[in-house]
C-alpha cells in the first residue's frame, strides 16, 4: 500500500489546487465522453465514420476540431502568465510553475495549435482546389493526424503525470539536459514533439506529390490557385526543416537516456551545437506556418475584391523565395553567441532579405483591392487586420534583425512583443479568416456574421492592448520568461494593461466558440455550394463535399478557373458535354494508423519513464503494424456509377 | 439550375483521357515519387548527423581517438561487403526486369545475407569498442560517432526485416505492378545507405584515422 503511494506522489503531479482542479476536469470530461457514446450507441459510428477515414476532409475537420482544443489549453497558459504578472511581487504562482506554463504555452501555441490547424486547412482544401479527389497517399494522412494526436497528447499529459517541461519551448541545454532536469517533463517534451513531427514530415511529403502530381487536366503550376501555391512552398520547407528537428531532440534524447555527450557542458559536449541546430529548424517552422497564410490572404483578398490576385507570378516568386531564404537566417536567434562580426552581417543582411518578398505580398492584396468591388464579411476583415496587424510585426522584425541593436533587445519583451504580433497578427488571423471563409465549404452553413465581427474586434482591440505595451516594457529592461517583478522596476502600469488586452482576447475566443454553436443551432443551409461567389474548383462543388470530391474530373484551361466557367457561363456559352460517370476509384479506411500511432504513444511514455518493459512492446507494435499494412494488398474500391448518381443528385438536388 | 453541371462544363475537350479510363492516377508512380521525396529527407538526418559529428570529433574529453580506436581492416570489410550487396540489389532488379522471380528472390536473398553480414560486423565492432571502455557516454567525439554510425546501421536493419518481408510477398504473388514497384523503392533505399556509407567510410574513418 505504502509503496503504491509512493509511487501515485511521484507519478500524479501533486500540491497544486490548479492542477487538482484541472485532475478533476479531464476524469469528468472524459467520462462524460464515454457516458455520451456509450448511451447513443455512437462508438461503432466513431470508430468507422472518423477514427479509420482515409478521407482527407474528415482528416481535416479533425486536425481543427484538435487545434481548436490546444488553442484553449494554450490560452488559458497565456492567460495564468498574464494574470502573474498583471501586479508585481504577484504569489499567485510560483516560479516554478510559471516555467512549466510558459514552457507549454510556448510549445502548445506553435507545435499543437498552427501546425494542425495548418494541416487541417491543407486537408480541407487543397484537394478541392487542384481538383482531385484524395490526397496522394490517404493511408499516411490519416497515420500523419493520428501521430499528431498523440503526440499532442503525449505532451498534454505530463500535466498532470510526471511533470511539464520547464526548460523553455525549444529545451535549450544545458539546462534540459539531465544534470540540470532530472525530472521527466523534458522527455515527456522531446517524445512529444519527436512522435507528432514525424507526423508533419510525412505531411510535407503527400502534400507535394499531390500538388505535383493530382492536379486537374490542364491545371499547369502556373495556373494554380494561390493557396496551393502557399502549401507547396510551406511543405518544400517541411521536408527541409523537420528532419534537422528529428535528429536534434533524437540527440538531445541520448544525451539524457544514454548519457552521451552531445550538449553537455563536459566530456567535449557543446550546448551551442543544439542551439544551432533547433533553429535551423526553427527558423524555416515559423515560416512554415505563415506561407500559407500569405496563401489565404491572397484567396481572400482577391475573392471579396471581386478581381484576379495582382501579380500572381511575383506572388509566386516570393513564396518560393521565402522558403528558401528561410534556411539561411537562423543565426539571428542568437546574435549575442559571439559568433563575430562577420557572421552576425550575414545573417542580420540574408534577415533583411527576407523583409523584400514579404513586402512584395503587402503591395499585391492592396494593389488587388485598389479599385476592386470590395465587400466586408467578416474573412475579408481579418484581412484587414491580418495586413496592419503584420506590417507592423514586419517592421519591429527588422528592428531586431539589425544586430547591434539586437544586443539590446534580444530575449526582451520587445522580441515577446514582435513574435506575438507576426504569429497572432499573421497566423492566427489568417487561419481564422481561412476557418471563416471556407466553413461553408466543410459544413454546408456560413458561420453568424454579427458574433464573427464581436469576436474579430475583440481579438484586435485586444491584441493591440496587449503587445504594443509589451514593446514598451522591453525597451525598459523587462527580459522575458520573469515570473516577478519588483514595485521599484516602473513595469506595473505597462503590464497591467498587457493584461487586460489578453483577457480581451480570451473573450474573443469566447465568442468564436458561441459563433460556431450558435451557427450550428440556427444554421441555414447554404444550397449553392458557392456562397462567396468564390473563384476556384473547390467552390463549384456542392457542400458538403461528396466523399469523391469530383464526380467527373475537371479541366482547367485558366487561373481562378471557377470564375471563368461562371462567366462563360453569363455569357451564354453552353456547358461542354458532361462525359459519362465511370466507377471512382477510393481508399478503403483503416484501423492501422490510430493503432500504430497509439502503439507510438505507448512507447514514448514507456521511454519517458525509463521502462523498457512498456517501451519495448510498443516499437514492436509499431512494427507489426507496418508489417501488416504492408502485407495488405486490398486497400481500395470502386464506387459504382449508379451510387455516384444517387449522390450527385441528392447534393445537386437542392441546388 | 446553373449550377447543376457545375464542373462537368469544364470537363470537356481533353477529359480524362490522361486517366486510364479508371479516373484514378497511376497510384504506383505517385509513391515511388513519395519515396524519392522521402530519401531527401533521409538525406538531410544523415546531413544533420554528420555535422554534428565533424563539430565534435575533436572533443574527445581525453578519451581514446579516432586514430586510436579505429581499426580499419574490419572496416574495409564492412565496406566490401556492403558495396558487393549493392551490386546484388542491382542483378535483383535486372532479374526482375527480365520477368524472373526465382532470380529476383534469389539476387534479394544474397542481398540481404550481406547486409546480414555488414550488420555482425558493425556489431562486434561496437562490442569490442565498449568493451575497450569506448562508450557513447565517454566523449562527445564517441557520442557523435556511435550515432552517425549507428544510424546507418539500423537503417541497414530496417532495410533487412523490409527485404525478407518483401521476398515473401514476391514468393505469394509473383512480378506484379504494386510488388515491381516495391522492389523498386527498396532497391533505391539500398542504394542510397550505401552512398552514405561512402560518406561514413570517408570522414568517419579515412579522415579518422589520417
Known sequence: MDRIKEFASTFFVTGDPLIYGADVAIVATMAAVVFVLTYFKKWTWLWREWLTTVDHKRIGIMYVVASLLMLFRGGVDALLMRTQLAVPNNQFLQPEHYNEIFTTHGVIMILFMAMPLMFGLFNLVVPLQIGARDVAFPFLNSLSFWLFFFGAMLFNVSFVIGGSPNAGWLAYPPLSEKMFNPGVGQDFYIWGIQISGIGSLMTGINFIVTILKMRAPGMKLMKMPMFTWSVLSSCLTIIMAFPILTVTLALLFIDRYLGAHFFTLDAGGNPMMYINLIWMWGHPEVYIVVLPAFGIMSEIVSTFSRKRLFGYKSMVFALMCISVFSFFTWAHHFFTMGSGADVNAFFAVTTMIIAIPTGVKVFNWVFTMYRGRISFPTPMLWVMGFILCFVVGGMTGVMLSVAPADFQFHNSYFLIAHFHQVLIGGVAFAYFAALTYWWPKVFGFKLNEKLGKWAFWFWNVGFYICFMPQYVLGLMGMTRRISHYGWDTGWWELNLVSTVGGFLMGIAFLFQVWQIMHSIKFMERDATGDPWDGRTLEWSLPSPVPHYNFAVVPTVDSRDAWWEEKLRRERGEAPAPQPKLEPIHMPKNSGIPIIMALCWFVAGFGFVFDWLWMAIPGLVGVAVCMLVYSFSYKTDYYIPVDEIERTEAAARGAV | ?210
Open chain 2, 1 to 210: 439550375m446553373a449550377h447543376v453541371n457545375a464542373h462537368a462544363g469544364s470537363a470537356g475537350k481533353a477529359g480524362v483521357a490522361h486517366e486510364a479510363g479508371h479516373g484514378h492516377h497511376d497510384l504506383e508512380s505517385l509513391r515511388l515519387m513519395g519515396f524519392w521525396i522521402f530519401l531527401m529527407t533521409d538525406v538531410i538526418i544523415f546531413a544533420t548527423l554528420f555535422a554534428t559529428y565533424i563539430v565534435l570529433r575533436n572533443g574527445t574529453a581525453g578519451g581514446p581517438t579516432a586514430s586510436e580506436l579505429f581499426e580499419m581492416p574490419g572496416v574495409v570489410a564492412e565496406t566490401f561487403i556492403l558495396l558487393t550487396s549493392s551490386f546484388t540489389g542491382g542483378l535483383a532488379v535486372l532479374s526482375m526486369n527480365q520477368g524472373s522471380r526465382k532470380g529476383l528472390i534469389g539476387w534479394l536473398a544474397v542481398t540481404a545475407l550481406l547486409g546480414a553480414s555488414f550488420i555482425g560486423l558493425e556489431i562486434s565492432e561496437f562490442v569490442k569498442m565498449v568493451h575497450e571502455g569506448a562508450t557513447i557516454g565517454t566523449s562527445a567525439f564517441l557520442s557523435g560517432f556511435f550515432t552517425l554510425v549507428g544510424t546507418h546501421g539500423v537503417h541497414v536493419s530496417i532495410g533487412l526485416v523490409w527485404m525478407v518481408a518483401l521476398m515473401i510477398q514476391l514468393g505469394r504473388r509473383g512480378i506484379t505492378p504494386v510488388t515491381r514497384r516495391k522492389v523498386n523503392v527498396i532497391s533505391l533505399y539500398w542504394h542510397f545507405l550505401d552512398v552514405v556509407w561512402i560518406f561514413v567510410f570517408t570522414i568517419v574513418y579515412l579522415l579518422g584515422v589520417m
